[in-house]
Nanobody, 127 residues
Framework: QVQLLESGGGLVQAGDSLRLSCAAS????????MVWFRQAPGKERECVAA????????YYAEAVKGRFTISGDNAKNTVYLQMNSLKPEDTAVYYC????????????????????WGQGTQVTVSS
């Protein structure tokens, strides 16, 4: 069983930065492919950024490219999402998820391929 705990959300103004953290229990973070999804009210869940268990393969949604960075700290079993130049449209609940399937050395954006999910952390960006 893998437990994921997100933190770092909050209320910020447009243009500010936030760093979300996702602490994983069990094996080292580089044993998992990890992803950040978000869901805004009335909208479908969307993949924001993903990283394969190799640590070298990443994926970013077009809406966040150049602003968000996903990274991992194996010593802390933690994956981060650094969010810069935040926009009101980034407002959502952000969820991290992990896949224990070793095939995912590459980043994958499909929710069905992730086995464990965190409880979510709210990010609100005011204009």
């Amino acid at each position: 069983q893998v437990q994921l705990l997100e933190s770092g959300g909050g209320l910020v103004q447009a243009g500010d930065s936030l760093r979300l953290s996702c602490a994983a229990s069990g094996r080292a973070a580089n044993s998992y492919a990890m992803v950040w999804f978000r869901q805004a009210p009335g909208k479908e869940r969307e993949c924001v950024a993903a990283i394969g268990c190799s640590g070298t393969s990443t994926y970013y949604a077009e809406a966040v490219k150049g602003r968000f960075t996903i990274s991992g700290d194996n010593a802390k079993n933690t994956v981060y999402l650094q969010m810069n130049s935040l926009k009101p449209e980034d407002t959502a609940v952000y969820y991290c998820a992990a896949s224990v399937n070793p095939i995912f050395t590459f980043a994958t954006k499909f929710a069905s391929e992730y086995d464990y999910w965190g409880q979510g952390t709210q990010v609100t960006v005011s204009s």
